[in-house]
């Protein structure tokens, strides 16, 4: 069974700040996929890292992927009040037909 | 173009009664998949629907079942309702369910057993 570990659960900090979510697992994946969910929403897809050691940049949110495709990381530079929501990853293992493995998610909570 | 399309939003049901939620994806996207959050477990697996068969399947009772039609529109039922089926359930489409395609979800839809 794979597993994702994702930390920390809970994220509050003031605006201007930066932040980095971590997701691991003992597992590979074939690709690593960020979501952002806003309460009584689906979550919304923000990016898709398939290649170990692959790194995106959106904006002021950073995305890599470990070498070894087991881990990734999110980070966040200059928080705003507008970055407040859950932030969940989801891994894609083999040839699991639609199945993403998403860790528990971190709430972040940027205060103005 | 338009997104997916869950519905009903909101279900409130008694303990027994049965269930069926709808979701119609994209246009063009053949793969649905159905998931199931709760504030204890985050996001489970349900299942996958692709050209109308069932492909994968998650760890769920028998209880929970579903399918697509030849238009890509997908049902989950859900019978024997327990409390424990309180959730909400989501469903996501994409263009072949694989590794590097978008997933895109759908509102959900917010199930209560009383």
């Known amino acids: 069974t794979q597993l994702l570990e994702q930390s920390p659960q809970f994220l509050s900090i003031q605006e201007g700040e930066n932040l980095t979510v971590y997701c691991n697992s003992s597992?590979?994946?074939?690709?690593l996929q960020w979501y952002r969910q806003e309460p009584g929403e689906g979550p919304v897809l923000l990016v898709t890292?398939?290649?170990?050691?692959e790194v995106k940049k959106l904006k002021r949110l950073t995305f890599q992927f470990g070498d070894a495709r087991k881990d990734s990381s999110l980070h966040i530079t200059a928080a705003q009040p507008g970055d407040t929501g859950l932030y969940l990853c989801?891994?894609?293992?083999?040839?699991?037909?639609?199945?993403?493995?998403f860790g528990q998610g971190t709430i972040l909570t940027v205060h103005p | 173009k338009a997104g997916v399309t869950q519905t009903p939003r909101y279900l409130i049901k008694t303990r027994g009664q049965q269930v069926t939620l709808s979701c119609s994806p994209i246009?063009?996207?053949?793969?649905v998949s159905w998931y199931q959050q709760t504030p204890g477990q985050g996001l489970q697996f349900l299942f996958e629907?692709?050209?109308?068969?069932?492909?994968n399947k998650g760890n769920f009772p028998g209880r929970f079942s579903g399918r697509q039609f030849s238009n890509s529109r997908s049902e989950m039922n859900v019978s024997t309702l327990e409390l424990g089926d309180s959730a909400l359930y989501l469903c996501?489409?994409?263009?072949?369910?694989?590794?590097?395609?978008?997933?895109?979800f759908g509102s959900g839809t917010r199930l209560t057993v009383v």
């Open positions: 996501a489409s994409s263009l072949e369910g694989g590794s590097r395609g978008g997933y895109t």
């Open positions: 597992s590979v994946f074939s690709s």
């Open positions: 890292v398939v290649t170990g050691g």
């Open positions: 989801a891994g894609f293992g083999g040839t699991s037909y639609g199945k993403l493995t």
């Open positions: 246009s063009g996207h053949r793969s």
């Open positions: 629907y692709f050209s109308e068969t069932q492909r």
